[in-house]
């Protein structure tokens, strides 16, 4: 092999299309994922194809189609954006040589036709860079697993590192509070900052996932560095799915309980996605805005992910070469 160094850079992934037909095999792969569902196998499966794939994909469908893009997919545009950009800023400022690829956990391009683009390219090196700041086992431990799936079948394995966690990098920090403090020099300061992140059963935490002291860890520096006190913002938690016990405090309930406590102009901010998503531009700016709204709230601002920034790209750029350390020389 050569001296070359890869970058794959992954993220979670995203229907083909706003379509039922599109949706039933990316959440087929989702939902079949044991990392993301901890049931055993053969209750899950009857769950799945009986109940849950007969009628999720036709329901999903509408709400992507609510933030669809004529370029497609929002997600997607931004990770392909974030690709296009690290390549060129790396190739400018680094003597190696490296190439950067994206891979999603589900559906294309997935991990495998990335890391077979790193094995044409013969990379002696891989960087594997989750877009995932707080490590979760139903996020980066499953890259991690599709990772090792498609190595196992290879002849010659490359040195391997991957980026487990970027959730108190002063990086990552400065650059969500910098985002903050510019959408409040547009839009004015709320009187409550509301960090939502992303669910887990709770199950999930007891068995020992750091993630949930991770996300509060994330808020209180950012908070920190903003010089909030602790009454002007909070931590809660979004999108979970079933009956069990979530991470709480619920970001929709917390945000139909605000008015009544006199606080009718929030902003939420959601740190846990490097892009916009289905989760932050229809669950949280069109839906639990809807719900603050009708509460009796008067303004919702919602403070977009970090894209294809510039702040974003020259993060990507601190992790790479320092966190791990000297990632390109090992």
């Not at 531009?281 to 069109?286: A, F, G, K």
Request: hydrophobic residues 40%; aromatic residues 8%; contains cysteine.
């Amino acid at each position: 092999m050569s001296n070359r160094i890869g970058v794959l850079i992954t993220n979670l992934g995203t229907p083909d299309a706003p379509t039922a037909r599109a949706l039933r095999p990316y959440l087929a792969e989702f939902l079949s994922d044991t990392r993301v569902v901890e049931i055993p196998k053969p209750l899950w499966w009857l769950i799945l194809h009986g109940i849950v794939l007969r009628l999720r994909p036709k329901r999903s469908a509408k709400l992507y189609q609510k933030i669809w893009t004529p370029a497609g997919s929002p997600l997607l545009i931004n990770s392909k954006n974030i690709v296009t950009a690290l390549q060129q800023q790396l190739s400018q400022e680094s003597s190696q040589s490296l190439q950067v690829v994206l891979g999603m956990r589900y559906g294309k391009p997935s991990i495998q036709q990335a890391l077979e683009t790193l094995q044409k390219a013969d990379c002696s090196k891989i960087l594997v860079l989750p877009l995932f700041p707080q490590y979760s086992a139903a996020t980066t431990a499953s890259v991690f697993d599709a990772v090792a799936a498609v190595l196992k079948t290879w002849r010659v394995i490359p040195a391997l590192q991957m980026l487990t966690h970027y959730y108190d990098c002063p990086a990552y920090i400065t650059a969500i509070a910098d985002s903050i403090r510019q959408h409040w020099q547009q839009h004015g300061e709320q009187q409550l900052l509301l960090f939502s992140f992303h669910g887990l059963p709770q199950r999930c935490i007891n068995l020992g996932d750091p993630y949930q002291q991770q996300c509060q860890t994330t808020a209180t520096l950012v908070a920190a560095q903003l010089q909030l006190p602790p009454e002007k913002w909070s931590v809660v938690f979004q999108s979970r799915f079933g009956r069990a016990q979530w991470l709480q405090p619920y970001c929709d309930i917390t945000l139909k309980s605000l008015p009544t406590q006199g606080i009718k102009n929030v902003s939420v901010i959601c740190p846990g996605f490097a892009v916009d998503c289905l989760e932050t531009l229809e669950e949280i700016n069109q839906l639990n805005r809807e719900l603050f709204l009708q509460a009796g709230g008067e303004e919702f601002h919602y403070i977009p992910a970090l894209n294809d920034s510039t702040a974003q790209i020259n993060l990507l750029k601190t992790l790479i070469y320092t966190h791990p350390a000297e990632v390109l020389n090992f």
